[in-house]
């Protein structure tokens, strides 16, 4: 059954020791953790990855099924999970697993996913969709912090930190914790405080500047660039990251030249590109041609080359480059 990240009431009140949380908001998957089940919680505690699971599953069920000196209770987390793990929950559902909470994590998962499915149409399993922080969940997360923490900022600092955090409440919480420990000297947070102390934007930059620049959206770019201060290793990670989105554009690219169409190719292209991703990599995939991006990557590696020879002006070179198409 499908309960909703905000229907806490639902939660207390399910007696379900399965709970598959997937999507993109690694934040609201550890609220939901930290809140519905580890909070006050005193038994044991157990965190695999999938892999880890599936390559010992007798010695996995063994310790599922083994009961403590001193606690029965236990809660075991199973990240990165996929579909292999489909048959495994089904066989443990059948089993009587009451003093056990199983908490399953997976990234984005498809409508025809086996596990997600599974969860969905079962009333004794609990599955919760968890998607990117809009602005307004994300200013409830900050009017919390200040509660908590007795602190004030002014609206224009919320916005600033909203619009950096983009959709990710984890990086919001660490630019917030920043601040309660800069509170402790100062009693008054200014927008200079706030602007010398937050790093979101370099957690996200080198990415966005990368399909930015691809989907030649120059203003965004721009502001990119003017936002941030990076080193020569940024500058190489730069030109990697677009290189390596520039073959899997001159790939689609190729793809479109066979007659095919633009939003099929995106959607059959492996490995899969996620929802998320698909709308700026159709823009960037009719802002080129694939001559074009053919001699993009020549000049990148051109200019790799010229990066690792010059690195005091490595910025300079990069910046020239993402800002002339």
Same mark, same amino acid.
């Given at each position: 059954? =499908?309960?909703?990240?905000?229907?806490?009431?639902?939660?207390?009140?399910?007696?379900?020791?399965?709970?598959?949380?997937?999507?993109?908001?690694?934040?609201?998957?550890?609220?939901?953790?930290?809140?519905?089940?580890?909070?006050?919680y005193?038994?044991?505690?157990?965190?695999?990855?999938?892999?880890?699971?599936l390559?010992?599953? !007798?010695?996995?069920? &063994?310790?599922l099924?083994?009961k403590?000196?001193?606690?029965?209770k236990?809660?075991?987390?199973?990240?990165?999970?996929?579909?292999?793990l489909?048959?495994?929950?089904?066989d443990?559902?059948?089993?009587? =697993?009451?003093?056990t909470?199983?908490?399953?994590?997976?990234?984005?998962?498809e409508?025809?996913?086996?596990?997600?499915?599974?969860?969905?149409?079962?009333?004794?399993?609990?599955?919760?969709?968890?998607?990117? !922080?809009?602005? %307004?969940?994300?200013?409830?997360?900050?009017? #919390?912090?200040?509660?908590?923490?007795?602190?004030?900022?002014?609206?224009?600092?919320?916005?600033?930190?909203?619009?950096?955090?983009?959709?990710d409440? =984890?990086?919001?919480? #660490?630019?917030l914790?920043?601040?309660?420990?800069?509170?402790?000297?100062?009693?008054k947070? &200014?927008?200079? !405080?706030? #602007?010398?102390?937050?790093?979101?934007?370099?957690?996200y930059?080198?990415?966005?500047?990368?399909?930015?620049?691809?989907?030649?959206? &120059?203003?965004?770019?721009?502001?990119?660039?003017?936002?941030?201060n990076?080193?020569?290793?940024?500058?190489?990670?730069?030109?990697?990251? %677009?290189?390596?989105?520039?073959?899997?554009l001159?790939? %689609?690219? #190729?793809?479109?030249?066979k007659?095919?169409?633009?939003?099929?190719?995106?959607?059959?292209?492996?490995?899969?590109?996620?929802?998320?991703?698909?709308?700026?990599v159709?823009?960037?995939?009719?802002?080129?041609s694939?001559?074009?991006?053919?001699? =993009?990557?020549?000049?990148i590696n051109?200019?790799?080359?010229?990066?690792?020879?010059?690195?005091?002006?490595?910025?300079?070179?990069v910046?020239?480059?993402?800002?002339?198409?």
């Amino acid at each position: 059954m =499908i309960i909703k990240n905000f229907e806490i009431n639902k939660f207390n009140k399910s007696n379900s020791n399965f709970h598959l949380i997937y999507g993109i908001n690694e934040g609201i998957k550890q609220d939901l953790i930290n809140n519905i089940y580890l909070k006050g919680y005193e038994g044991d505690i157990f965190k695999y990855e999938e892999r880890e699971v599936l390559d010992n599953i !007798d010695e996995f069920i &063994s310790n599922l099924l083994t009961k403590s000196l001193f606690s029965n209770k236990k809660i075991i987390i199973i990240s990165r999970a996929t579909d292999k793990l489909h048959t495994l929950i089904n066989d443990l559902f059948d089993r009587e =697993i009451s003093e056990t909470k199983i908490i399953i994590k997976s990234s984005v998962l498809e409508k025809k996913s086996k596990l997600r499915n599974l969860f969905e149409k079962e009333d004794q399993l609990i599955c919760t969709p968890v998607y990117e !922080d809009d602005s %307004i969940a994300l200013n409830f997360v900050i009017q #919390n912090f200040l509660k908590v923490n007795n602190l004030s900022l002014s609206q224009e600092i919320k916005n600033i930190l909203i619009e950096r955090s983009k959709g990710d409440r =984890i990086n919001l919480k #660490n630019e917030l914790s920043k601040l309660k420990n800069l509170s402790l000297s100062k009693s008054k947070i &200014s927008l200079e !405080d706030v #602007n010398k102390l937050s790093n979101l934007a370099e957690n996200y930059s080198v990415f966005e500047l990368s399909d930015n620049y691809l989907a030649k959206n &120059s203003k965004k770019v721009s502001n990119i660039l003017n936002e941030n201060n990076y080193s020569s290793e940024d500058c190489i990670l730069i030109i990697r990251t %677009i290189l390596n989105k520039s073959k899997r554009l001159l790939k %689609i690219r #190729n793809e479109i030249d066979k007659n095919t169409n633009i939003d099929q190719a995106i959607s059959s292209f492996k490995p899969p590109i996620f929802w998320k991703e698909k709308d700026i990599v159709k823009k960037q995939a009719q802002s080129w041609s694939t001559n074009e991006v053919k001699e =993009i990557i020549f000049k990148i590696n051109d200019l790799e080359a010229l990066v690792k020879k010059n690195s005091t002006n490595s910025m300079l070179f990069v910046s020239n480059f993402v800002s002339n198409y």
